[in-house]
């Protein structure tokens, strides 16, 4: 790491290539820190072929009022480098960190060239943060031969450490997908699964905007979590925990009155966007935030990363489980809301990419419990917004999409499976595949239970494989020909330095319905 009269050197001499981001001419603060306001590490986000987003937040004292800063707004410099040295400074400049928004920063770099890595790094009040890396996307026009990204969901930071982030940081991967549940919502014991007490400030469910941004602060300061981070740009989505468990809409799950809810929701929604590297339509808007978007990786793979929480219908059947019943097929119900669902066909019609890659939430594939009450379904997945995801289902048949692959959170299992035109029909066309992941941290089935949860799997031909007992992550590797995935494993959750090994993988070949054993 450069120290900083290196890094001050840097930036007084202009090099030819250096060119300054346009600086708001406002009276900043010049801090000095007691104490490294670097304490929730730096990320980066949302590649494009010529950038990349670069975050950090200020918090000397993470858990304190504001973070420990005074409620004015400082100067942070910033530096992309060629070199992990810091040497061959390709682009600098300066930003704001505000108290509005919580004294983060996000930078829009650009002008860096497709399809190479950097690394990066802050500097506030004479204090240098962690130099990180990071790779921008291939140039829109190219074909590139291959794409590696791990996706990963559910770290709930009580249930255990993130050895999976440690083993994920070691990888060479251009992109982490992040799929929801980043922070768990859920008031804190002293005598949590980590054995490690959290400052009282952070104990109760958040309700407001600070208790919001304390327990990302929490989350954030896990030092693998930042490792996770600081090796490879992350493409984040979110599920519920980053608000309420199950929330739907506006709707939260004690019945509160919408109007109420949806001040919780903003609250929610502002700290999200403080804490991660979001670019500036991804701003919130009072307690809308759009998160859908898209990313493309040349012609070889393109993201349509969905939001399955903010524009729902709320749960059918009261969110228990349910039969089959008018209600779930009622087209009238939603996950995704209209807006997005003619978004995401629009895309997927116009793709030319090889891989049409769609990172979201909840099990997509149908998948049936078979009780004493006969059969039932999970009504908070899309199998309680069914007539939406045969309606979904039947546009990949029909527009003939090309190797839809769904990525898919949430669960805290593995689970992978063929998408069918009718998968109560096992001749039916597979239209594309779903990977769910298992969850970083975020408990699993109970192992004795995991026969009866086989034996569910076995009546259902279109599930491939289930796995539930595990927690960890997968990483992809793509080709033009071959879709791997490989699934990773953490042998003891309660253990940051637990070994992590490759437990399956799972192949699709370009143009061939459905995935095999690989
Ligand atoms: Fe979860
Ligand atoms: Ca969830």
């Known amino acids: 790491m450069m120290n900083r009269r290196e890094l001050l050197a840097a930036l007084g001499g202009a090099a030819g290539l250096v060119i300054l981001q346009p600086y708001e001419r406002i009276l900043l603060a010049r801090p000095r820190f007691a104490s490294n306001p670097f304490t929730l590490g730096v990320a980066s ?131 982490v997908l992040h799929l929801g549940d980043y922070i768990y919502e859920g008031r804190l014991r002293p005598d949590n699964g980590r054995g490690q007490d959290v400052p009282v400030p952070v104990r109760p469910e958040p309700q407001s905007l600070e208790q919001y941004r304390l327990r990302y602060a929490l989350y954030k300061s896990d030092p693998l979590l930042q490792a996770a981070h600081a090796a490879a740009p992350f493409v984040v989505t979110w599920d519920d925990h980053e608000v309420e468990n199950n929330y739907a809409g506006d709707k939260d799950q004690n019945g509160s009155d919408p109007a109420e809810f949806l001040k919780r929701r903003a609250a929610a929604y502002q700290a999200y966007y403080e804490h991660m590297p979001l670019r500036k339509p991804q701003a919130p808007k009072g307690s809308d935030l759009q998160l859908y978007r898209r990313l493309k990786y040349g012609d070889l793979a393109e993201f349509s990363v969905l939001d399955t929480r903010q524009y729902r219908s709320n749960q059918a059947n009261n969110d228990k489980a349910s039969p089959r019943s008018a209600e779930l097929l009622d087209p009238s119900r939603v996950m995704l809301g209209a807006e997005q669902e003619k978004w995401l066909k629009a895309g997927l019609t116009a793709s030319g990419a090889v891989w049409n890659v769609i990172p979201q939430q909840l099990f997509m594939t149908q998948f049936a419990n078979y009780g004493p009450k006969g059969e039932t379904f999970s009504v908070d997945s899309w199998d309680g917004y069914a007539a939406e995801r045969n309606r979904l289902m039947r546009f990949l048949h029909e527009a003939k999409v090309r190797n839809a692959v769904v990525l898919t959170g949430d669960s805290h299992k593995n689970l992978v499976s063929d998408l069918k035109l009718d998968f109560d029909k096992p001749d039916s066309p597979t239209v594309g595949v779903e990977l769910a992941g298992t969850a970083i941290s975020s408990g699993g089935i109970d192992p004795d239970k ?58 699709v070949e370009s143009d061939r319905p459905g995935v095999q054993k690989g």
């Not at 400049?93 to 497709?114: F, I, K, M, N, T």
Request: glycine share 8%.
């Open 45 to 175: 986000g949302d590649p494009t072929p010529d950038g990349v987003v670069l975050w950090t937040r200020l918090a000397p004292d993470p858990f304190a009022k504001g973070g420990g800063m005074e409620p004015q707004a400082v100067e942070v410099r910033w530096q992309i480098a060629a070199d992990e040295g810091m040497k061959k400074i390709v682009r600098q400049g300066r930003a704001q960190a505000s108290p509005e928004l919580g004294h983060s920063v996000h930078v829009e770099a650009d002008g860096l060239e497709p399809a190479r890595t950097y690394w990066y790094q802050f500097e506030c009040g004479g204090v240098t943060s962690p130099v990180a890396r990071t790779r921008t996307a291939p140039a829109f026009g190219a074909r590139p031969e291959k794409l590696r990204f791990a996706f990963a969901s559910c770290q709930n930071w009580p249930a255990g450490h993130y050895a999976a982030f440690r083993h994920m940081a070691e990888q060479d991967l251009d992109l």
């Open 450 to 507: 995991a026969p009866e949860w086989d034996k569910r799997v076995a009546a259902q031909p279109h599930l491939k494989w289930f796995e539930g007992v595990k927690r960890g992550y997968v990483t992809c590797t793509l080709d033009r020909k071959t879709y791997r995935a490989d699934y990773w494993a953490v042998d003891d959750v309660k253990n940051a330095k637990s070994p992590v090994g490759k437990s399956m993988t799972f192949v």
